[in-house]
């Protein structure tokens, strides 16, 4: 694989990052099912969703019908293997609820392959960062103080 075919590889792997996160976002089951492989698997820590309907039986699970909220993704690390039919990935997620606060911090651990010229997701693994209240650090709030809480 030549570095265009890898530029174009990662461009088109984003992308089906940041198609996940509307179609789920904006309740589109059929586009969103689209984008997993047959034999998908979805994990958070022990919990494991095996299968294209499973993983698509708790992501509609996630979202009632009149419950919206909004993914925030971070830029993706994407990496290409040399065989250009798979790759791995991360990305930092936000999931903002309707009322602004943040109901998800993770970074999403993902396998992907190509089956017939389109990137599809193989294992999406969900890192949770624990909520945790309080102030942030005294660093940041000396810098940034009047803009933060």
Same mark, same amino acid.
């Given at each position: 694989?030549?570095?265009?075919?890898?530029?174009?590889?990662?461009?088109?792997?984003?992308?089906?990052?940041?198609?996940?996160?509307?179609?789920?976002?904006?309740?589109?089951?059929?586009?969103?099912?689209?984008?997993?492989?047959?034999?998908?698997?979805?994990?958070v820590g022990?919990?494991?969703?095996?299968? #294209?309907?499973?993983?698509?039986?708790?992501?509609?699970?996630?979202?009632?019908?009149?419950?919206?909220?909004?993914?925030?993704?971070?830029?993706?690390?994407?990496?290409?293997?040399?065989?250009?039919?798979?790759?791995?990935?991360?990305?930092?997620?936000?999931?903002?609820?309707?009322?602004?606060?943040?109901?998800?911090?993770? #970074?999403?651990?993902?396998?992907?392959?190509?089956?017939?010229?389109?990137?599809?997701?193989?294992?999406?693994e969900e890192?949770?960062?624990?909520?945790?209240?309080?102030?942030?650090?005294?660093?940041?709030?000396?810098?940034?103080?009047?803009?933060?809480r």
């Amino acid at each position: 694989m030549d570095a265009l075919e890898n530029l174009v590889a990662q461009q088109e792997i984003r992308d089906l990052s940041a198609r996940y996160a509307m179609f789920l976002d904006d309740h589109d089951w059929d586009a969103l099912a689209r984008l997993w492989t047959e034999d998908a698997v979805w994990s958070v820590g022990d919990i494991i969703f095996d299968g #294209r309907p499973a993983v698509m039986g708790f992501l509609r699970g996630c979202l009632i019908e009149d419950y919206f909220a909004k993914h925030i993704n971070g830029q993706s690390l994407i990496e290409v293997n040399e065989d250009g039919i798979t790759a791995t990935g991360k990305t930092d997620v936000l999931w903002l609820a309707q009322n602004f606060e943040t109901q998800v911090m993770a #970074r999403y651990v993902d396998s992907y392959v190509k089956v017939d010229g389109r990137w599809l997701f193989k294992h999406r693994e969900e890192v949770a960062v624990a909520y945790r209240p309080g102030p942030v650090s005294s660093g940041p709030m000396a810098i940034g103080g009047p803009t933060m809480r």
